[in-house]
C-alpha cells in the first residue's frame, strides 16, 4: 500500500457552482453516430420517427443536458438547407472530412425532435469553412425567428410552427486545423468568427456564441490563436471552445493515467488568455470556456486508415473502450470540475458508436462502453458547488510527467440535495491508496454509498457478447472515522464516487 493522501474540504471555501452543460455530449454526421446509432429506422426498436428507443433510454441514463450538433469537421461541408424538408427530396452529398456519403435521411428538425426525446438543449454549429455570414443568418432565422420571414416561414412549412430557440451556437469547428475544409489563419477567422456572430446575433439577440479556440494542446499555434481570435470577436463571442483527446497507443499506462494533468494546465493557459484579452480591452464581459470535444481517442485509428471510402455510415472512430480509458475518462471530468469556475460547457466527444459511451450493433443491441459509467457519475452525482480541493497525495513520475499525484480528486456539495460527493481515482496501478477526507465544516454527516469501478484487468472492456465486465459495485470501504473524517481505502487503479449525506 503506498502513503496515505488526505483531503480537506470545507463548505466556504468554494471553486465555483457547477454548470450542469459541462455534462455535454456530441453527435457528428460521422460513422454509426446518426444512422445507425440514434437513428436505425428497421431496427427493432425503432420509434416511430426511426430512432432507437434503446439508445434513447441510455442517453437518458446519462442526464446529459446538451448535446453539439452536426459537427465536428463535418460542419465545415455542410449545407444545412440539404437535410430539411421532405427527406425523400434531399440530397446525398460526398462527405469530404470523413469520405462518405451523406444521404441527409435525418437533419436539423430531427435533430431538435430527438433532443426533445432525451430531454436535452441543442449546442449547434455553423459552417465557417465552406460557407460563412449569410448561412449563418439564415439558419439562425430558420431556427429562431418566430415567422413571417423567409426561412421562418420555410420551418413552418416543413411543419414546425414552433420556433426551435436554440440557445447555443458554435461559430464553426476546429478551424485553426489544416485537416478542416476551409481551414483559416487565426486572423481570418477571428474576423469571420465576429462578423458572422454580429448577424447572427441581429437575428436573435438571446444566443450565445462560442468561439474556436484550439484543436489540442500540442497545435502550433495554440495559445496565439486564441490571444488573436479573442482580440478581433471578443466583443460578440461568450465562449472560446477548446478539444482534447488522449491515448496509449505505446502501451505506457502511467503515462496515459497522468495525462490529465496536461489538461489542467491546458485549461489554466485558455483562462489567462481570454483575462489577458479582458484586460487589453478594459472588458467587463469575463470570456468562459466551452471545452466541446473531450474524451479518449486511439483505439480506431490504424482500422480506419484502411476505410474504403463514399460509403453511407461505415463503422468509424469505434473505439471499443478498456478500464484504464475509464480511469482517464474520470481523471478528464475531474480536471473540468477543477476549474467549474471557468469551464461551462464541455461535451464528452462523442455520445453514440464514434468515441462514445454507448455503443449499438445494427439491427442488434445496444450497451453501455466502460466510459459510461465515471461520465453518468459526473453527470447524476455532480451538480452543486464545486469546494476548494486541498489534497496531499504521494506522487510518481512518468515518461512525461513529473510529480504526477497518485490520487486525483474533487468534492461537489449539493446544498439543496444536502449532499457531498466526492470523485477520485487512484491512478496507481500497482497499489490500493488509503485516503482520509477531512470534512469538519459539515458537522454531521453519513456515507450513502462508496461506488467503485475496478478491475483486475486494465484492458477489460464491455462487448456486445458481454457488456457487462466492467461495471461498477457500491462495495466500497469508506467509513466514517472520528472528529468528520472518512477513510477509505482506494483500490489500485480504480474509479470512486463516495456519497455523502449531510
Ligand atoms: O470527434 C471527432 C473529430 O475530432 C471531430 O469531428 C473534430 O472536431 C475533431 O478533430
Redesign the pocket.
Known sequence: MTNKATMIVDKDFQVGEVDKRIYGS?I?H?GRAVYGGIYEADHPQADEQGFRSDVLELVKGLDVPIVRYP????VSGYNWEDGVGPVDQRPKRLEL?WRTVEPNWIGFNEFMDWCKKVNTDAMMAVNLGTRGIDDARNLIEYSNHKSGSYWSDLRIQHGYKDPHNVKTWCLG??MD?P?QIGHKTSVEYGRLANEAGKAMRWVDPTIELVACGS?HIGMPTFPEWEATVLDLAYDTIDYVSI?Q?YGNPHNDTKNFLAQSMSMDSYINTVISTCDYVQAKKRGKKQINLSFD?WNV?YHSNVQDRKLDPWQIAPSQ?EDVYNHEDALVVGCMLISMLKRADRVKMACI??LVN??APIMTQNGGPAWKQTIYYPYMHASIFGRGTVLVPLVKSPKHDTKDFTDVPYLETVAVHNEEKEEVTIFAVNRNTEESLPFEIDLRSFGAFQIIEHIVLESDDLKMTNTADAPNRVTPHTAGNAAIEDGGKIAATLSKASWNVIRIKL
Open positions: 456530441f457528428e460521422l459537427g465536428g469537421n463535418f472530412a469547428n476546429e486545423g485537416w484543436s478539444h483527446y470535444e481517442w472512430l466527444a462523442q464514434v468515441i
